[in-house]
């Protein structure tokens, strides 16, 4: 390891290590709670950077931002600011599995997170590459960069992202590099090594991106941004929404049998296939050539060709992620509709960097290894900018708390999908890059996008995170919910011409007796705004989204209802603690399968324990009996 002369630079109470999503989040939230914050980075110009698809939000991912949002952090209010589409997603499901996408203008993003970086009292923004970790009796006491600057501090969260022993492959290239071409951090996986953590090789990658004024849009199906306003931010006001022709289209077009035949006849140039590809790549954002393998009865697949922002022709090729040699992406991206003349501006690439292997983490994200360090984002084995600023606001949640001496805060399943993705990584590990799925959370009827307000607020503003201004207007939403469901839980609907003709329409049975406001609501078919021509108005005009709640609460009061019920069991199941430091092999009955798998992760709950794969529910009574009879402490190392 070859260092700068060493001196003495800086004392702080948290350092983050990488600017990316998971790194600006982290500390933000770490200066946000009192704490002097240093954000050390590779390059200045890549905060924030979407160096993959240009976009945040979607399926699970849009809930996270929201939750983001509702707990102080800053996501949601940047792409708010920055976006040059916003869709909503599912919008024929029920509202669990809906979800806001925005397409981003992604050099605006990066510019005003880096600003707002700037802007945060108690935060330093600098330059570096953090090359080693100071560590003393098993807690965090620094970190040194490449130039020798020794930087103390009461905790560390690493955020590295796949900037971590980088190498770019394209086609037979390869090279040292982080994402987009940046450099490379070398030298800090080695030092986790030294430490004792198991690190694993993960890849990913990107499509090529080509000059939109070469594409034959009449060739592509246009893809155009929802009318109706809509935010990540819960203090965004519509009146900020752009109008639909102030947004940019998306556009959609299919690979075709010569795109599959040009990427056949290369596959023994394929890295993917080569064995050149080490890393381990996402299963749910396959290459290219990787589905072609995978799913070789399908004729076509979709591409969404994506604008990267107003300032620029480039456009991003989703669906055609690929590290194949440059000139076969070329043939490539030819034979497809629309594409035929396009000119390519970047290959795609793939990159491969190291992960921590989640399990030795805490579910506060704190490593079991060494007190004081935390990480966060792609480090953990996650993909996606909305998995990592999630991990990266917990992170830095509680790296600050620990340096102010507080107890950290930890989020359950059924507190938010946040708590599902943590959850999984911590108890489950993972072999593949994580992406968060609504499949994934078994309590997802409570965790939608439009409830992460109510579900949250009330902690950013315990932590010290939600300010005066949006814990006001969240404390006037709830009263506004309230407030109109109690008045309609007091108005009668009474038969009358005008009903009897609207339930008709709807094949329904005119009424036979009065029936309250709030009912009527509960049919599938009725809308807030049908209910409204039958009865009084509101005295004060209602927010879209607090009607928006109302009806969700009234048509859903049943399974919402079930759902609350499994979340109290969990909830008594979280409560049953489990002490540190056990030793499993002592505990008799335990299948050794179970013992292993206990050892390993920790569990720090019941519910956490039972979990884990390999532990059954026999393995899980003999532990609650230890604990309720208080044998446990016969068995503490």
């Known amino acids: 390891m070859q260092f700068g002369k060493q001196y003495h630079a800086k004392s702080y109470d948290v350092i983050v290590v990488g600017a990316g999503h998971a790194g600006c989040e982290a ?65 024929g499901k029920g509202p669990a599995v809906r979800a806001l996408r925005a397409q981003a203008d992604k050099h605006r993003y990066s510019l005003e997170m880096k600003h707002t970086l700037e802007k945060q009292p108690n935060l330093t923004l600098r330059q570096g590459i953090v090359d080693d970790l100071i560590v003393e009796d098993g807690q965090i006491k620094g970190v040194i960069t490449n130039t020798g600057a020794r930087y103390g501090a009461k905790a560390v969260v690493l955020t590295t992202g796949t900037a971590a022993r980088g190498k770019i492959i394209i086609g037979e290239l390869m090279y040292s590099s982080g994402p987009n071409n940046t450099q490379a951090a070398m030298e800090l996986s080695k030092n986790l090594e030294k430490l004792g953590f198991e690190l694993k090789r993960f890849k990913t990658g990107t499509p090529p991106r080509v000059d939109g004024t070469t ?219 994580y992406r968060l799925l609504t499949s994934r959370a078994e309590y997802r009827l409570i965790l939608r996008h439009d409830n992460a307000d109510l579900r949250l607020t009330e902690l950013g503003h315990e932590l010290g995170l939600v300010n005066q201004e949006q814990y006001a207007a969240f404390e006037a939403k709830k009263a506004a919910i309230l407030a109109e469901q109690q008045r309609l839980e007091s108005i009668r609907i009474k038969p009358n011409p005008a009903v009897d003709a609207y339930l008709q329409a709807h094949n329904d049975n005119p009424l036979k007796d009065g029936v309250l406001a709030s009912d009527f609501l509960r049919r599938p078919y009725v809308s807030y705004a049908d209910l409204s021509q039958f009865i009084p108005s509101a005295p004060t005009p209602l927010d879209s989204r607090v009607i928006e709640q109302i009806e969700i609460q009234y048509k859903y009061e049943g399974y919402i209802k079930k759902a609350y019920e499994k979340v109290e069991k969990l909830k008594r199941m979280e409560a049953k603690k489990i002490p540190v430091n056990i030793d499993y092999s002592a505990i008799e009955g335990l299948a050794t399968e179970a013992q292993q798998k206990l050892t390993k992760i920790q569990p720090t709950t019941l519910a956490q324990a039972g979990r884990i794969s390999g532990v059954n529910p026999a393995d899980l009574s003999i532990l609650a009996v230890y604990i309720e009879q208080g044998k446990i402490a016969k068995v503490i190392k």
């Open 27 to 91: 500390a933000l939230a770490a200066a946000r709670l009192g704490n002097k914050t240093l954000l050390m980075t590779i390059s200045l110009d890549m905060v924030a950077f979407m160096p993959c698809n240009p976009s945040i939000g979607g399926p699970a991912k849009g809930i996270v931002v929201r939750e983001i949002d509702a707990l102080g952090g800053q996501m949601g209010k940047n792409i708010d600011k920055t976006y040059v589409q916003m869709r909503m997603l599912n919008t």
């Open 215 to 433: 594409i034959d849009y009449a060739k592509t199906e246009e893809q155009p941004g929802d009318e109706k306003p809509n935010h990540f931010s819960f203090m965004t006001p519509d009146e900020a929404y752009l109008a639909p022709q102030d947004q940019l289209s998306c556009w959609l077009t299919y690979t075709n049998e010569k795109t599959h035949r040009v990427i056949r006849d290369n596959l023994d140039r394929a890295p993917m296939f080569t064995g050149v590809i080490e890393g381990v790549g996402p299963r749910y954002c396959p290459s290219i050539e990787d589905k072609l393998v995978r799913f070789a009865d399908k004729e076509r697949h979709q591409l969404f060709i994506e604008p990267e922002g107003k300032t620029t022709d480039e456009y991003y090729i989703q669906g055609l992620s690929t590290s194949l040699p440059e000139e076969i992406q070329q043939e490539m991206v030819h034979s497809i509709a629309g594409l035929e003349n396009a000119e390519m501006m970047r290959p795609g690439y793939a990159i491969e960097y190291d992960v921590v292997s989640p399990y030795q983490l805490r579910p506060t994200l704190e490593t079991k290894l060494i007190k004081g360090l935390y990480t966060a984002g792609q480090t953990n084995g996650t993909s996606g900018y909305e998995e990592a600023a999630g991990q990266g606001l917990i992170a830095g949640i509680n790296a600050g708390r620990h340096a102010l001496g507080l107890e950290e805060i930890v989020l359950k399943r059924s507190d938010a999908y946040i708590g599902v993705m943590i959850d999984d990584l911590v108890t489950k590990g993972t072999n593949e890059p």
